[in-house]
């Protein structure tokens, strides 16, 4: 791309993202690149979940109508929800950014422990099996957990933490500002140092540094996380089932299309409701970062400067991460306690303690846990792939109508797990593979492209954020150096990207290898079980209890280990960059 | 016979070398009641795999309907026996008449245990009654509940749990038989009040007594063996059946364009034999047989329910017609009024007993009558006994929603439900208050 551009670094103008820059030809490359990218999209989301929501269009003998728009237009329950998960959805993302951005703020700006303490365990809020984490999230906050028990004890009160909308806003923070402080953390290690050095110069100190130079310029990985913590609350139907909240737009629509022998199209219109206002979200989001620049130049070693703290800083911080983490990853202890627990009903603590669930798990799970590292690293690695591709095909070319893959594959946040795996089921129903006479939808293939699917917002807005914050000039670079275009993207601008990449892999893996509602119905042999599912079966009985909650154990040291050992990954691209840059400022 | 045999072992042998004698079933029950049956099977029957598919009953549902024939699991295993109405509707299951065990009585208390059309068998029997956390009640200084009725008691506010009868089909069945026994205005202003005071509705059925397990709730409308396996499995907890309650089968049917028909019988008909049976006195199970104790060789444990007297002793006699009649109807309805106006629906309630506590104290006509009113205004359905009786009103729910003049006319009922109920509702938490100020 020949991109006329003005001097390298800082916040100049550039032609804006998204507007043709002159009459510049798309080459062939990024047609088939779109073609595949577009093809993967058609075959395994829109035309599968157009298959089950085309009922939300037509009468009962086929011919079109928008009837079933009007009548959920005119029901006051539909408004009252939909004004119910807009309200949840803004109030989750500010205590969200309430809670991730002074941690994303420590850990890239002070050199103190605590920076590795919330890299490991800031992600662990996102593992939370489902069920377990809410059967552990009731039992420790919940009206009679062991919280309001205590409190009952010594005071005499009780707090409804988990009651009501209150409660879900609760939840869902606490669950999802993982999104924002990973996107945030990698936008701000992005940084130009050059940029707080010059504001620096010019006198230009403490918040107001923070306020008027470093956020701005992190910007894009804040939006990217907000934003996504918006729309996957807003399209959230688990926690508020879980705590009884019927009266939001995601329970409702589940309901309806989970009801024994009653197809009610009402469902889907809600469902196709919800996909048009998270793609409305996420235009709006994307409007916001319209028409200004975050690409910086330098990279690799030059970022924002780090410092020390003062050792009343570190004790402030330490506290102040302590007792953020200590919230955040209760559900996680009270998982531990019940995995650990014989007994544990209406008392703070279990009665007492045993292994034997641990016993009854290792038995059969081997397994579950072989499956979920194969699906999920599959499925996450095809969403970073799709994710960069997109992303670059948005802001570094100009094909026509490049946002819509954007706008697609965000729209596959608000698909019900159960509508998709319905899709595939639907469309790819008698197709067998190629030889033999085994369905293709009785492969494990489809549980790990559902999980691409369901999992590829994620990925993508790590990317996209990842790839705004990289300044053409360095590609433009490579290329007068005589790069081919492929080499360059290769050895110049994925290696940029790197950080951004990998949460962008850590999101949609983690967050895959609890999916649950698509996992049920596409599993068709207990071998190729997921520990999603190993979970689920467990705790559907009053015994289970204790083996689900150990499995869920397992599945968060499985997975919280895969984190870690991609970290070290992304650690070492890095500090292959790291003497070049080294070099630049000697 | 013996041909067919033929060309399907040679078409087992050429084409599912690798499936041979695989049984799958898809079922909805727990993994300790799966595996028993799977181990006991296989080790009758060597040479026969079971490979068990749990799923929710709806996922069930869907997962057999999308399969193409020949490619389906080949039995259906759940309790719900509208999953099977389904099934059955959309020909999906065959007929297994003749593996019914003949030693099992034609009926429970009036409701037939194996189906009429021989499509699906009883496989164990189950009861609806009230689970209770004995810590809870202990510390919250609350007695043991006995009857549906007593649910309506102003001590039990907030302290029970139901679910939903669009979520449960047990549940239905037990709101049905309140509704049959009591007659359907007063029948409902027992649900009503009985959710006035509950502090959920759970969305699924296996919630209630999961909370009653872990002390989130006090109380629970719950399924029999839930109750049973939570107390065998060492929660402090306790169960009774009210005396008026349903015992309905759990079912098992043969699915239509399964793999293994022939392999498939042999299990349906072992899991209904004495020795199938005798499998649901374990304590992880604890379900009811389909089959008298005196049929059961002298395995019953001590003390064990017997589900024949359970159904005799219930006072109604359960018109499955009439339910069937109106499924649609008492689903939404409740779903309308109960479910999505819950919060409304406790304030008003807590409004009526504070209102009733002081008129007990002091007595006062005028405060009685506006207390009267209250009551009428929140605990009357917003349907009446005349209106559910309609012929054509019925025709408006059984018809296809995918008609969206249908789905028109249904979801501007409920929407005129949902908001009478809210009005009504906000109108008897203020008449309360108003009796409570006199």
């Not at chain 1, 219109?269 to 409007?287: P, Q």
């Not at chain 1, 670059?392 to 795996?421: C, E, K, N």
């Not at chain 2, 029948?187 to 989130?216: K, M, Y």
């Amino acid at each position: 791309m020949n991109t006329p551009t003005a001097a390298a670094g800082g916040l100049q103008a550039r032609p804006r993202p998204g507007r043709p820059v002159a009459a510049v030809g798309v080459r062939p490359g990024v047609w088939l690149a779109a073609a595949l990218v577009l093809g993967f999209l058609l075959l395994f989301m829109v035309l599968p979940v157009g298959r089950v929501f085309y009922t939300a269009f037509v009468e009962a003998d086929g011919t079109p109508t928008v009837g079933h728009f009007v009548a959920f237009f005119s029901q006051g329950l539909m408004k009252e929800s939909f004004l119910n998960s807009l309200y949840v959805a803004s109030v989750s993302s500010i205590f969200a950014a309430l809670i991730a951005v002074p941690l994303a703020y420590f850990t890239v700006r002070f050199d103190f422990r605590g920076a590795i303490l919330i890299q490991t365990l800031g992600v662990l809020p996102l593992i939370m099996p489902p069920f377990v984490g809410a059967v552990a999230m009731q039992l420790i906050f919940g009206r009679s957990g062991s919280l309001n028990l205590l409190l009952g004890e010594w005071f005499g009160v009780t707090l409804p933490i988990m009651e009501g909308l209150n409660g879900v806003i609760f939840v869902e923070s606490i669950h999802y500002f993982p999104f924002i402080l990973m996107n945030l953390t990698v936008a701000l290690r992005n940084i130009d140092g050059a940029m707080e050095e010059a504001a620096m110069n010019l006198g230009c100190r403490g918040w107001r540094l923070f306020w008027r130079v470093i956020f701005p310029l992190a910007l894009p990985g804040f939006v990217a996380g907000a934003s996504l913590v918006f729309v996957k609350v807003f399209d959230d139907l688990g926690t508020p089932l879980v705590l009884g909240q019927t009266n939001l737009l995601a329970p409702q629509a589940y309901l309806r299309i989970t009801q024994v022998g009653l197809e009610d199209p009402m469902g889907y219109v809600i469902s196709v409701i919800m996909i048009v206002f998270s793609i409305a979200a996420m235009a709006l989001s994307a409007r916001v970062l319209k028409g200004r620049d975050y690409a910086t130049t330098q990279k690799g070693g030059g970022s924002i400067r780090r410092r020390r703290l003062s050792p009343l800083g570190a004790l402030a911080a330490y506290a102040w991460i302590g007792a953020v983490l200590l919230i955040v990853l209760s559900p996680h202890l009270g998982v531990l306690l019940l995995s650990l627990a014989q007994v544990w009903s209406f008392s703070p603590l279990p009665d007492a303690y045993t292994l034997a669930h641990y016993a009854t798990v290792f038995q059969d799970s081997s397994g579950m846990i072989k499956n979920t590292l194969l699906y999920c690293s599959l499925a996450a690695g095809l969403d970073v792939i799709l994710g960069v591709t997109i992303a670059y095909l948005i802001f570094r070319t100009t094909l026509p109508a490049r946002q819509w893959l954007d706008w697609i594959a965000t729209a596959s946040l608000a698909v019900p797990g159960i509508v998709l795996a319905i899709g595939f089921l639907r469309l790819y129903k008698g197709i067998t593979l190629p030889g033999t006479d085994t369905l293709l939808t009785s492969t494990w293939v489809m549980i790990m492209l559902a999980y691409a699917v369901r999992r590829l917002p994620y990925a993508l807005r790590s990317c996209v954020a990842a790839l705004q914050q990289v300044h053409v000039s360095l590609e433009e670079a490579a290329e007068s150096l005589g790069a081919t275009k492929l080499r360059t993207i290769r050895r110049v601008l994925v290696p940029l990207m790197a950080g951004g990449i990998l949460a962008g892999f850590v999101t949609s893996f983690i967050t895959a290898a609890v999916e649950l509602s698509a996992t049920i119905l596409l599993t068709s042999a207990e071998s190729q079980a997921p520990m999603s599912y190993g979970i689920y079966l467990y705790m559907q009985s009053v015994a289970g209890r204790g083996p689900g909650a150990a499995l869920g154990v397992l599945a968060i040291v499985v997975v919280a280990i895969g984190t870690y050992l991609s970290h070290g990954v992304v650690e070492r691209t890095q500090s292959r960059f790291a003497p070049s840059a080294k070099e630049a400022q000697a | 016979m013996f041909k067919r045999m033929l060309v399907a072992s040679t078409l087992a042998a050429a084409v599912f070398a690798a499936q041979a004698g695989t049984v799958t079933v898809v079922t909805s029950f727990p993994k300790e009641l799966t595996r028993i049956y799977k181990t006991a099977f296989e080790k009758a029957n060597p040479g026969i795999k079971v490979e068990i598919l749990n799923k929710n009953t709806i996922q069930g549902i869907a997962y057999v309907r999308e399969l193409p024939v020949g490619q389906r699991p080949d039995i259906f295993w759940a309790s719900a026996p509208d999953a099977f109405e389904v099934l059955a509707g959309q020909k999906l299951l065959d007929n297994v008449a003749a593996l019914a065990n003949k030693a099992a009585p034609a009926k429970v208390g009036n409701y037939p245990i194996n189906n009429p059309q021989g499509l699906y068998l009883g496989q164990a029997l189950a009861g609806y009654g009230l689970m209770w956390n004995t810590r809870y009640m202990a510390a919250n200084k609350l007695p043991a509940p006995h009857q549906w009725a007593d649910l309506m008691k102003p001590v039990y506010f907030g302290h029970v749990a139901i679910s939903s009868p669009s979520r449960s089909g047990t549940t239905h069945l037990t709101v049905e038989t309140m509704l049959q026994g009591e007659g359907w205005d007063k029948g409902w202003h027992q649900v009503l009040q009985i959710a006035g005071n509950c502090a959920a509705v759970t969305e699924r059925s296996f919630g209630v007594p999961d909370g009653v397990n872990n002390g989130q709730f006090g109380i629970g409308l719950v399924v029999d063996f839930f109750g049973l396996a939570g107390k065998y499995s060492g929660f402090p907890v306790e169960f009774i059946y009210p005396d008026v309650t349903a015992v309905v089968p759990a079912n098992i049917g043969l699915v239509a364009g399964g793999k293994n028909a022939d392999e498939a019988k042999k299990f349906i008909a072992f899991a209904v034999s004495q020795e199938g049976q005798q499998l649901l006195y374990d304590p992880k199970i604890s379900r009811l047989p389909i089959l008298p104790p005196e049929a059961m060789d002298g395995k019953t444990p001590k003390g064990y329910p017997n589900p024949f007297e359970i159904a005799k002793r219930a006072k109604v006699h359960f018109n499955s017609d009439l339910s069937e009649s109106r499924y649609n109807v008492v689903s939404a309805l409740f779903d309308q009024t109960i479910t999505f106006r819950l919060k409304e629906l406790q304030a008003a309630t807590k409004a009526i007993h504070a209102a009733e506590a002081a008129l007990a104290k002091t007595p006062n006509p005028k405060a009685a009558a506006l207390l009267k009113e209250a009551r009428d205004a929140a605990f009357t359905p917003v349907v009446d006994a005349g209106k559910v009786a309609d012929r054509e009103f019925l025709a408006v729910f059984a018809a296809s929603k995918k008609d969206a003049a249908v789905n028109k006319r249904v979801t501007a009922l409920e929407d005129h439900w949902n908001t009478s109920a809210r009005q009504n509702y906000e109108r008897a938490k203020a008449l309360a208050e108003q009796a409570l100020a006199r």
